[in-house]
DNA sequence: ACGCCTATATATAAAGG
DNA sequence: TCCTTTATATATAGGCG
């Protein structure tokens, strides 16, 4: 624009170039700035040196917030390939911390019921009864034979049963745990009036497993009663 | 830049500013193009004719991608705060699933420790001993006894309790289901070989609640077992 | 608001230091 | 390479249809 025209190609000449992107790259920062001064509009303007370059040599706004915020809105727009991945990358992770939440919930949820009844079991094995009046023992009592009924249901199948029988040892075994609390029931007078007999009253079972520790899901061969 | 200069300040008249965005915009339209153009190097230019249009007025490279590998580079710099909060974000978003994944895993070996227990629980209440063999049975008979001896523990407790007895009447009023429990347990044949006098068992108990449907941590205040 | 015109302001190619 | 100069090319404010 001066002195000669010049073609619209690029400049050959390596020095004349360099020249020319200087000069016309201040002409284009204040352009642009005034641009968006006389008309009030957000613009932004990044000018490289070379295609490898890390750094911009012109970026409008100079504030470089200001220019975040124009290239923000730009790339709001649909297109950025980086940005949808990045945005369905975190939208499926949203998506994941909504099911996490909800398996959560759902968790605790069951827990709450769990740990309700696990209460409940924790009463029956006698960690404590305070607080209950008498209207729940008698309950807990109705609970305790319809669990002695399937007790005695099962001894009655297992005794039943020829073809699995293994072997019967004349006297049972018991823990020691259950032979003390045995004890101490027997001095109850309550279990006297119940009408059981001294001394007699849980003998000629086997302790030997018969049909196998087998049954229980998932595996707990251990005792019984898992430890809470 | 023609008939008279203008001061570089925002165009009041509504009319002229657009005019002149208008114009100038393409003035820098054509200017980044030869820019880029002459000097062979990337750049690129937005502008948008409102703070709050969503599309740009004036996009150059018009090829859109272009466009974005120049904002690209641009933002690929470790300076822009946007990418350094998405960053943050899916960092903050991944944390937090960890905890969740930690939180279920958490929970779950819970579910199934309580579950294990429940299940104990479900066999207890006579939903079925099937799988186990003679020495479950067995052992499941001790807990019934200590379970027993809690009940009786308690039971003496509030007989020998003067302050808080409320009404003693007569008679055992069982609901329902452990009446039919009993009547059945009472036909098992080693139910009676245990020392139980057939009709006589739970007579003498008061069904009143005596210190009161209290204690239960949580607040259940319905039957002994809660649902399963 | 839109396009065209034109006087004038600006930008800048090329040359010189 | 950079700054200055300067002749010229361009851009554009304001006016008009």
Redesign the interface.
């Given at each position: 624009m001066a002195r000669n025209k010049?073609k619209?190609?690029?400049?050959a000449n390596d020095a004349s170039?360099?020249a020319?992107?200087k000069k016309?790259?201040n002409?284009?920062m204040k352009?642009?700035r005034?641009?968006s001064?006389?008309?009030?509009?957000?613009?932004?303007?990044?000018?490289?040196?070379?295609?490898t370059d890390?750094?911009?040599?012109a970026?409008w706004p100079e504030n470089?917030?200001e220019a975040?915020r124009?290239?923000?809105?730009?790339?709001?727009?649909p297109?950025?390939?980086?940005d949808r991945r990045?945005l369905n990358?975190?939208a499926f992770?949203?998506q994941?911390?909504t099911k996490?939440?909800e398996?959560?919930k759902k968790?605790?949820r069951?827990?709450r019921?769990?740990?309700?009844?696990?209460?409940?079991?924790g009463?029956?094995?006698?960690?404590?009864?305070?607080?209950?009046?008498?209207?729940?023992?008698?309950?807990?009592?109705?609970?305790?034979?319809?669990?002695?009924?399937?007790?005695?249901?099962?001894?009655?199948y297992?005794r039943r049963s020829r073809d699995v029988v293994v072997a019967v040892p004349p006297t049972?075994r018991?823990?020691v745990?259950?032979?003390a609390?045995?004890e101490?029931?027997r001095r109850?007078?309550?279990?006297m009036?119940?009408?059981?007999?001294t001394g007699?009253?849980?003998s000629?079972?086997?302790?030997?497993?018969?049909?196998?520790?087998?049954?229980?899901?998932?595996g707990?061969s251990g005792?019984?009663?898992?430890s809470?």
């Open positions: 010049i619209l190609v690029r400049i170039r360099r020319t992107l016309r790259k002409g284009m352009k642009v005034e641009l001064t006389l008309c009030d509009v957000p613009a932004c303007l990044v000018v490289y040196a070379s295609p890390r750094d911009p040599v970026v470089r917030a975040e124009v290239m923000e809105r730009f790339r709001g727009q297109a950025m390939e980086r990045m990358q975190e992770l949203r994941r911390m996490s939440k398996q959560i968790l605790d069951e827990n019921q769990l740990e309700l009844t696990n209460y409940t079991l009463c029956l094995k006698g960690e404590g009864l305070d607080g209950f009046g008498m209207e729940d023992v008698t309950e807990l009592l109705g609970l305790l034979e319809v669990k002695a009924k399937a007790v005695g249901d099962r001894i009655e297992l049972v018991m823990n745990g259950v032979q609390a045995m101490e029931w109850q007078e309550w279990f009036e119940m009408g059981f007999q007699e009253s849980l000629g079972f086997s302790n030997n497993n018969i049909v196998g520790t087998s049954g229980v899901g998932g707990w005792g019984f009663f898992p809470l």
